[in-house]
DNA sequence: AGTTTCTATAATCATATACTTATATAAGAA
DNA sequence: TTCTTATATAAGTATATGATTATAGAAACT
């Protein structure tokens, strides 16, 4: 059951939970995951690395980027994605996350360094 | 997200699934989910306790004992239920743990200080 | 080559988790 | 009431987890 419980242990972390919410509308560098979260660079790496470990994502590096995209084959990660974005509005957080990524759309050319001004700020309690 | 990320904790330890598992079979007291588990009073009140603080479970006192009830409501839980009893045979474990139920049903008369005989040795890496 | 940008990893720390042993509580039986 | 059975909880320990800071590696640009 080692998988099993693997899994539901990467689902039970929130950083984890919005990492996952936003590749599952796009595939995302790990810079820009940084940004449109506001969570630390090396934070978001780790956090991909589990993730990948459980071939619940791929990485393909795009030139200078490495990019990040969700896989569907494993039926409970698919399956709490789906009944997420369903009942979204239940999470402010989630829908945060999802209008600073619109809004951040194609402002990333310098992805990380610069533009600093636009990082999520998070919300309490969610 | 707090209650959502609660769940998945809970269902990431194997002792709580399989405590999960046995009470989808039925409406169980703590001395028979510890016997056929072969897993300690102690470990067994204390997730059970888990589980219930997030209404996963019910207990009802029933004379001497107090009998857990697995509850329906919570989608994600009912899902993972469904999912793991269609492929039960892929938990080895899980498959055991079911077996032992049905072979000590009706033998717990006196539940826990006496027949130590039948208990449930585990698997290992399952 | 040297510099910048993007990503990964190591070291550290604080906290959380899960189990064991021992003990307390609660209910029924003698 | 005293004893037994069933359950809960407390204390202690070992391990795991998640974040931060600092640093290393990898690719593109000057």
Redesign the interface.
């Known amino acids: 059951?080692?998988k099993?419980?693997?899994v539901?242990?990467l689902?039970?972390?929130?950083t984890r939970?919005r990492i996952i919410l936003l590749l599952a509308q796009d595939e995302l560098c790990v810079c820009e995951l940084s940004k449109n979260l506001g969570v630390s660079q090396p934070t978001i790496s780790k956090n991909l690395t589990k993730l990948k470990d459980l071939d619940l994502v791929i990485a393909v590096r795009r030139e200078k980027f490495i990019s990040y995209r969700l896989k569907t084959e494993n039926?409970?990660l698919a399956?709490?994605v789906d009944?997420?974005l369903k009942n979204i509005e239940v999470?402010p957080?989630?829908v945060l996350d999802q209008k600073q990524l619109v809004d951040n759309r194609g402002s990333l050319i310098q992805c990380c360094s610069k533009n600093k001004e636009n990082v999520n700020k998070g919300i309490k309690?969610?």
Chains 1, 2 share one sequence.
């Open positions: 059951m080692k099993l419980t693997s539901f242990q689902l039970s972390d929130e939970l039926y409970i399956y709490t009944e997420i999470y957080q989630l309690n969610d």
